[in-house]
């Protein structure tokens, strides 16, 4: 099949290079003149474990190609994604206009029968709206011409994006059109081999699943966070209680690791957007706006650490840090706690020596060259004649560190690990001052 794909960033890039590893003819389109140049070249515009290799191989063999050039891609195929950003607006509902600005453009430039497919976040009705923006171009060219909107919801992770898409636990597709239906169904089957993993819905509902699986999940993180703020008052430690609860099938160890919060491009939009949604429909959502607010203060809580152990005196001092990136295996940065923390560490007069072994590149993007941030080309180098270790992201090198080369390093033997990475037995016999989230040395 012949694909159009809008939006080349971690989904729309991820989409298209996996439906051309499976055959199908791709063409992604974005308004990124530098970035589409680059992926011409085969430079991948984001780190994403295995993306470099399946985009240069398909674009070398013909089937992926790249334009900014609008009505190529919607003369292209019959087959339209959209995958474009749905970031918040400034009251935390999703800003659809790069989403419209597309449906537009389809309807202005299309020839003939068009499926589009949302793959984007979006509210509830926003298929109908995306309908109405291309029926209105439609009837401005004087034409008529048959099309359908369907819905459906991408659910990859960064950092495992390739195998998400490759072996999907589900793909959702929300339509009421029995053709579009079979060719959703014809468009996915390499990829639904070994079971049937379709779930077919109406497009309101597949509208609503995406936001309620991103909110069921920033809430399992806020629970554990607000359990590991208990933990530390009543003394207990939130790593004995998270291995106590997750041996219960019901709950299960999935996702309920306590830390300093939640960030990335979905979780903290998609809640906000979901409580704008209901409050637009009257509803208060008291649960959605609570797992936002745990979130809000979690993600202040290693400055607060920080700041108590030195008794508020932060200025003139250096802090190590270890990890930029919002989660492992990804160079984003979008809402990441670390920055949180360096940006209230600078506001204290704190210097930070940084190292992320993916998002130096994005963190020197968001914060160019500044005295108070120096980044560093290894997790060693952060920690020189630094004032106490940072952690924000649990990458796997920093899992199993030599801590005789941390004291070495360090000026004041301290860690304040927002992933709980160590064993505070381990530390203390070391002679490092050891604080973490929900255990009880934070009390
Ligand atoms: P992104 O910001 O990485 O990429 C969006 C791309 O769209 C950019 O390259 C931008 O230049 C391009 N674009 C903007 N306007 C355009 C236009 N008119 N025509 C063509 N391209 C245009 O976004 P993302 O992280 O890939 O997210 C895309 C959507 O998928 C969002 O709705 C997001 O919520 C959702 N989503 C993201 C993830 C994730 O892990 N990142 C997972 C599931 C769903």
Redesign the pocket.
Known sequence: MKLTI????????VTGACLAEVGHDVLC????EA?IAGLQQGEIP?YEPGLDVLVQRNHKLGRLDFTTD?RRGVEYATVQFI?????PDEDGS?DLQ?LL??AR?IGRYMTGNRLVID????PVGTADKVRAAISAQLAERGLELPFDVVSN??????GA?IDDFMKPDRIVVGTENEQSRALMKKLYAPFNRSSDRMVYMDLRSAELT?YAANAMLATKISFMNEMANLAERLGADIEQVRRGIGSDPRIGYHFIYPGCGYG???FP??VQALERTASEVGYDAPLLQAVERVNRKQKQKLYQRIEQYFAGDLAGKTFALWGLAFKPKTD?MREAPSRTLMEALWDAGACVRAYDPEAMEEARRIYGERDSLVLCSSAQEALSAADGLVICTEWSEFRAPDFRVILDRLSVPVIFDGRNLYDPELLSEQGIDYIAIGRSNWS
Do not use: N
């Open positions: 809008f939006g080349t960033g971690y989904v729309g890039l389109v974005d308004v990124d970035k984001i609008v995958a474009v950003g749905t970031p999703a790069y600005t597309v453009e793959k984007s976040t979006v919801p991408e659910f990859l992770k960064e994006a995406k990335g491009s979905c939009k998609d984003d």
